[in-house]
T-cell receptor, first 112, second 110 residues
């Protein structure tokens, strides 16, 4: 079966711009979560959606937002980009925690 | 406040021997613990998980041990293979979110 698909794979944006990243979960997975990976902070939880509702949010500023559609696809948006937002953004989908979260390949965002 | 810690940033083992990766946590509310393998510029790959009510789970060459009283878990890989060389992340689950450790880079030498 198809895995978690993230688009685009790579993105370069300028400070102050906004960006939208997309994630298509594994078919049947209704939970979609987002993570940021940076060399300094490691892998950090951004937010998690289930049936179009945000159930959890990590410790990130309000510039980071997301949403989930009725087909479970999810998008995350970062507004007013800062240099420190440069990171690998990972999306994961899950049936339940015990079966593991399956991650996509990520979107590498570079802010210049 | 690091709730999940991997104190060894790197580990080197010989092919065929056992690799033991360790992880400590502080939050007693975690209900699942998971191990992931990761290559640069790729998403983590799920390896194995364990429920907080168990103390051992085995899947092929991978075994995870959980010591709740010590708030410690470990991943054993036997036998280690050169293809196992990667960064391994320990993660803990609570409330539908994962908290990751900082990772341990495993190098398996032929």
């Amino acid at each position: 079966k198809a895995g978690v698909t993230q688009t685009p794979r790579y993105l370069i944006k300028t400070r102050g711009q906004q960006v939208t990243l997309s994630c298509s979960p594994i078919s049947g997975h209704r939970s979609v979560s987002w993570y940021q990976q940076t060399p300094g902070q490691g892998l950090q939880f951004l937010f998690e959606y289930f049936s179009e509702t945000q159930r959890n949010k990590g410790n990130f500023p309000g510039r980071f937002s997301g949403r989930q559609f009725s087909n479970s696809r999810s998008e995350m948006n970062v507004s007013t980009l800062e240099l420190g937002d440069s990171a690998l953004y990972l999306c994961a989908s899950s049936l339940d925690p015990g079966s593991g979260y399956t991650f996509g390949s990520g979107t590498r965002l570079t802010v210049v | 406040d690091q709730q999940v810690k991997q104190n060894s940033p790197s580990l080197s083992v010989q092919e065929g021997r056992i690799s033991i990766l360790n992880c400590d946590y502080t939050n007693s509310m975690f209900d699942y613990f998971l191990w992931y393998k990761k290559y640069p510029a790729e998403g983590p790959t799920f390896l194995i998980s364990i429920s907080s009510i168990k103390d051992k789970n085995e899947d092929g060459r991978f075994t995870v041990f959980l010591n709740k009283s010590a708030k410690h878990l470990s991943l054993h890989i036997v036998p280690s293979q050169p293809g196992d060389s990667a960064v391994y992340f320990c993660a803990a689950s609570a409330g539908n979110m994962l908290t990751f450790g900082g990772g341990t880079r495993l190098m398996v030498k032929p």
